[in-house]
């Protein structure tokens, strides 16, 4: 069997040529291999590129399926601790013996905290059952007496009670006339209503504050003996609206006078609203703040996330905004001079993401920390720092911040600084190592004052039952029944930053505002000047 002829190599014959035409091939070869270097170089830049890519996808969709599927807390399983908690406790108490010895009794320490109460609480109603021995069991005894054995928690089921009205009158007669003078009648919020105040103050609450769409407080009215329709709730929900108003306006003032609020906003889904479609995003605008004893948390619906949005409701407001990186808010900023000081919740958070975001290592305890878990665990500290001294004054809150806290942030930006150009770019580590930097100014601003917070955290709470409700009721149907929703979570969030319940504050509300018809007595129904009792919340501490 023949064995095929070898091709011929495709080398050029230069045996005739001249030392010119010698070096101008092989000028040409090397250009071609300069050319086909660069092609090479390129096809692995392509190819390093399409890596990161699936790469930076790979970690995307295992964090989506970690956020859909896994649990939502942000504790890590084997974050890095670089820091002794212990060691820190020790320190600030070195600091707060620093403290000068004439300090005013406003910036002592607070007491300590309560323990866990034992029993129920007094102020509970209570009925006394006594267990009764026969006559023939203590016949001939020298002594009767009774001892509590036993305390239970009844629950009393609701009931619906109508409430009939009759009215006196008197006829007197005049000249031949006949003259009717009749009781005078309670002023109703509403006007010409069949619903009480007390059962307009369970709807907001129930809807507003413990998230049951109205299809079910339908279904649970109907079940207690009679059917209110969930059109008929609604509307006198949009009808409250206007009533409440000029509290909400006195709410927004005072809050606006304070010297520090936080701001937050969270998606709306409204059906009806004009120029937009059903399944676009609206917005609902939190603010909180206020003077330190008289704290609002103020609600408002706006179709649109502009900055326009921030300068309507902070029109007057010229103090310390805390606020998450959203640009929106420069706008108010630049336009009152507002210092603006940043959330370390949403810095956190994204190193959070980036943890997910990454590839399991297994459950070995030896595996590698990632670039974010030891972020996560630089920002541990200025928290753990943060508790430690959250139940003490702001003089002394600021002393240990600038003495504990501003060297820490001081080594997480060096650190950030020097690791943040080797983290691939577009990676969620990547990602949240440039957020922190970018807003590193507005980051280390709460160390300024001791009254200031590390995070955001009083407004998103705040917001929080607002997200949870969503769940349930979905979507809100016109612009009107958005802005009656925020008014509702105005008036039990402000009631529950005052320490009131929220349902029995709204009652009373709703029994007084019809006859506020001055300023003075419209200012009384502001929840620091009511005259309810205030919810006793008391720390657990176990022994």
């Known amino acids: 069997m023949k064995r095929p002829p070898e091709q011929p190599l495709n080398t050029p014959d230069i045996s005739g040529l001249s030392?010119?035409?010698?070096l101008s091939v092989v000028a040409d070869l090397q250009q071609k291999l300069v050319d086909k270097e660069a092609e090479i170089q390129h096809h692995s830049q392509a190819v390093k590129r399409r890596d990161n890519y699936i790469q930076i996808l790979e970690e995307l969709l295992h964090w989506k399926r970690t956020q859909q599927f896994a649990a939502s807390s942000e504790k890590q399983p084997h974050q890095v601790h670089l820091f002794d908690e212990a060691e820190m406790e020790a320190e600030i108490e070195r600091l707060r013996?620093?403290?000068?010895d004439d300090l005013e009794e406003a910036d002592a320490p607070k007491a300590s905290r309560q323990r866990r109460q034992r029993g129920f609480s007094d102020k509970l109603l209570r009925e006394r059952i006594e267990l009764t021995l026969s006559a023939e069991e203590k016949a001939g005894a020298s002594k009767v007496f009774f001892t509590k054995v036993k305390e239970e928690l009844q629950f009393i089921p609701a009931q619906l009670k109508v409430l009939e009205y009759w009215q006196e009158k008197a006829v007197f007669e005049q000249d031949g006339e006949e003259q009717i003078i009749a009781a005078?009648?309670?002023?109703?919020p509403l006007g010409k209503s069949v619903a009480s105040t007390s059962l307009l103050a369970y709807l907001i609450t129930a809807k507003y504050?413990?998230?049951?769409p109205l299809y079910r407080l339908e279904q649970m009215l109907k079940r207690l003996g009679h059917?209110?329709?969930r059109t008929s709730m609604a509307h006198w929900i949009i009808r409250l609206d206007e009533v409440f108003k000029p509290l909400i306006?006195?709410?927004?003032?005072?809050q606006n006078s304070s010297d520090y609020l936080q701001a937050d906003e969270t998606r709306i889904q409204v059906l009806k609203e004009d120029g937009k479609t059903?399944?676009?995003?609206?917005?609902?605008?939190?603010?909180r703040g206020g003077p330190p004893d008289h704290p609002t948390v103020l609600f408002a619906y706006d179709p649109s996330r502009s900055g326009s949005v921030p300068v309507r409701l902070l029109d007057d407001f010229a103090g310390i905004l805390q606020a998450d990186g959203y640009s929106g808010y420069g706008q108010v900023c630049r336009a009152n001079n507002i210092t603006r000081i940043g959330c370390w919740d949403h810095a956190r958070r994204k190193f959070v993401e980036a943890t997910k975001g990454a590839k399991p290592q297994g459950k070995s305890k030896q595996a590698k920390a990632s670039k974010a878990d030891i972020a996560l665990s630089h920002i541990n500290k200025l928290y753990v720092i943060e508790r430690q001294i959250k139940d003490l004054s702001s003089a002394e809150r600021y002393r240990i911040r600038q003495a504990m806290s501003l060297p820490r942030l001081e080594a997480i930006k060096t650190w950030l600084e020097a690791n943040v150009g080797k983290v691939m770019k577009g990676?969620?580590?990547?990602?949240?190592m440039e957020y922190t930097l970018n807003q590193w100014t507005s980051l280390a601003g709460y160390c300024e004052r001791g009254d200031l917070h590390i995070s955001n955290v009083l407004a998103e709470n705040a917001i929080r039952p607002f997200a949870l409700g969503r769940k349930a009721w979905l979507f809100a149907d016109t612009p009107q029944g958005a802005r009656a929703s925020a008014t509702c979570y105005s008036l039990i969030e402000t009631a529950k930053a005052n320490n009131l319940e929220p349902s029995a504050y709204i009652e009373h509300v709703l029994t007084h505002i019809a006859e506020a018809d001055t300023l003075e007595k419209l200012e009384q129904l502001l929840p620091w000047n009511t005259a309810l009792e205030p919810v006793v919340k008391k720390v657990a501490q176990f022994d």
């Not at 013996?97 to 000068?100: F, T």
């Not at 306006?249 to 005072?254: I, V």
């Not at 059903?278 to 603010?287: C, F, G, H, L, N």
């Not at 990676?427 to 949240?432: D, E, G, H």
């Open 278 to 287: 059903a399944q676009s995003d609206k917005w609902m605008w939190v603010t």
């Open 184 to 188: 005078p009648r309670p002023v109703h």
């Open 427 to 432: 990676s969620l580590t990547r990602k949240a």
């Open 209 to 212: 504050a413990d998230g049951l």
């Open 97 to 100: 013996d620093q403290l000068p």
């Open 249 to 254: 306006n006195l709410m927004r003032e005072s």
């Open 19 to 22: 030392a010119a035409e010698l």
């Open 227 to 229: 059917e209110v329709s």
